[in-house]
């Protein structure tokens, strides 16, 4: 098993630029979530999807958009990039969610500049 | 609502010392309390984890115990080693989302 996998690992964008980035997990969980990591500020929920064709805000929404079109996949989605929207993002899953027994599996991180 | 706190950082050690770190819950119901690490350039992976009260969590030498007459979750390991050097999250199943952390750092 890969667990979950996210492409790029690394890219550069300039302001206004859109971007996807690409999660996959081979390990058939129902819930996926898009998180964003900076300096001091932990790791704060974006987006997350407690089944396919299901998405739902997390603690910081604005600026990107969410689609799972298929179980194993989440996509997250940038249309106009800001400076702001630097920083590294995970992405995880889980077989269940708040208020089950779950443990979340991280992919590696894309690590996102904006210029 | 439900929560977690845990003790910040930054934590640094010399090596072979003992490390605690702080953690606490509140909760209305009887969450399962898990402890995940983050390593240099890599994302968060499930270190351990306990379902209920009185449950030991343990892993790589680590050990949390879920204190239900505390709501305490607090992460030992009695002698840390330089490739322990990392964040540690604190988290329960009721929270999708995880704070700052606390970085230790252990010196050789």
């Known amino acids: 098993n890969a667990g979950v996998t996210q492409t790029p690992k690394f890219r550069v964008l300039k302001t206004g630029q859109s971007m996807t980035l690409l999660c996959a997990q081979d390990?058939?969980?129902?819930?996926m979530y898009w998180y964003r990591q900076d300096p001091g500020m932990g790791l704060r929920l974006i987006h997350y999807?407690?089944?396919?064709?299901?998405?739902a805000k997390g603690e910081v929404p604005d600026g990107y958009n969410v689609s799972r079109l298929k179980k194993q996949n989440f996509l997250l989605g940038l249309e106009s990039a800001a400076p702001s929207q630097t920083s590294v993002y995970f992405c995880?899953?889980?077989?269940?969610?708040?208020?089950?027994?779950?443990?979340?599996?991280f992919g590696p991180g894309t690590r996102l500049t904006v210029t | 609502g439900d929560s977690v706190t845990q003790m910040e950082g930054p934590v640094t050690l010399s090596e072979e010392a003992f490390l605690t770190i702080n953690c606490t819950y509140t909760a209305t119901g009887y969450p399962s309390l898990f402890w995940y690490v983050q390593y240099p350039g890599e994302g968060l992976q499930l270190l351990l984890k306990?379902?209920?009260?009185?449950d030991k969590g343990s892993n790589k030498g680590f050990e949390a115990t879920y204190r239900k007459e505390t709501t305490s979750f607090h992460l030992e390991k009695g002698s840390v080693q330089v490739s322990d050097s990392a964040v540690y999250f604190c988290?329960?199943?009721?929270?999708?989302?995880f704070g700052a952390g606390t970085t230790v750092t252990v010196r050789a």
């Open positions: 306990a379902t209920k009260a009185d």
């Open positions: 988290s329960n199943d009721y929270k999708l989302s």
């Open positions: 999807s407690v089944g396919e064709g299901t998405t």
């Open positions: 390990m058939n969980h129902e819930y």
């Open positions: 995880a899953s889980s077989s269940g969610g708040a208020g089950d027994i779950y443990e979340q599996y």
